[in-house]
């Protein structure tokens, strides 16, 4: 007879999970597994932590900071150029730190992600190149 | 000089000596917690100090093949590097030499801590 959680159960913990470590961790949760309420319980302590183990990993906090830095430039800059009193109006220049900072959480997660066992060779060119064709319109 | 490392990861870096060849998330927390007991840890504070200690270069992993009372998913075995075995010598060297100090004044703790004799100083008048 099959022991293991239900399939939703292990369905919502599968996707969250970094694949880089999804293996492991689903395997160890199925070993630990009593029933699906525990399951998920253990779940949602154990997932926040190996998402966030994965990004410490795979983010260097010198680059990720240039990244800010130059992105944020970058924005205020366009900002700067198309609407310069979009610059002076109340908190013009924190809320143009928004679209970086959803930016910078997007690389960060798409590198915590990415799976290591697909690798893309052209994986290094498609940032630069997406970020060149979007403000092209 | 060897890395030094915190009580956490001392615990964990214990547990995969004393496991051997069967250090794996599940068997690592289990031996953790049992060390730690009566304090409680969660096995994702297990699986963050693993990735932490192998980063360092304390311990290496390699993933085994898949069993089916896993549900077809491999387990993630861990050993001890030579540097981790260097680190975890110091650290329990430290924690002797503590101990030590410790028992000096209270005496033998191993009688249990409530057992040991309350610090009461003299007061200035």
Known sequence: MESGPSKIAEALV????????????????????????????????????????????????????????????????????????????????????????????????????SDPKKRWPLKPLFGPTLGWLWPAP | MAESVGRFEQIVLTAILSLRDEAYGVTIHEKAADLITPRKISPGAVY?????????????????????????????YYRLEALGERALEESAATSKRVWEAVAEIWGDIAEGVGKRPKWNPARPR
């Open chain 1, 14 to 113: 599968y996707w969250p999970l970094p694949p880089a470590c999804r293996e492991e961790v689903l395997g160890d949760m199925r070993e630990r597994n009593q029933n699906s309420v525990q399951y998920l319980v253990e779940a949602c302590y154990t997932v926040p932590s190996v998402i966030y183990s994965r990004i410490r990993r795979t983010a260097d906090a010198v680059v990720t900071l240039m990244a800010a830095v130059a992105v944020y430039m970058a924005f205020v800059m366009a900002a700067r150029w198309i609407d310069p009193e979009l610059l002076f109006r109340e908190y013009g220049f924190t809320r143009i730190a928004i679209p970086p900072a959803i930016f910078l959480v997007a690389i960060l997660l798409a590198d915590a992600y």
């Open chain 2, 48 to 76: 963050v100090t693993l990735d932490c200690l192998e980063d360092q270069g304390l311990i290496s992993s390699r993933l085994a093949d898949p069993t089916p009372e896993r549900g077809e998913r491999s387990k993630r």
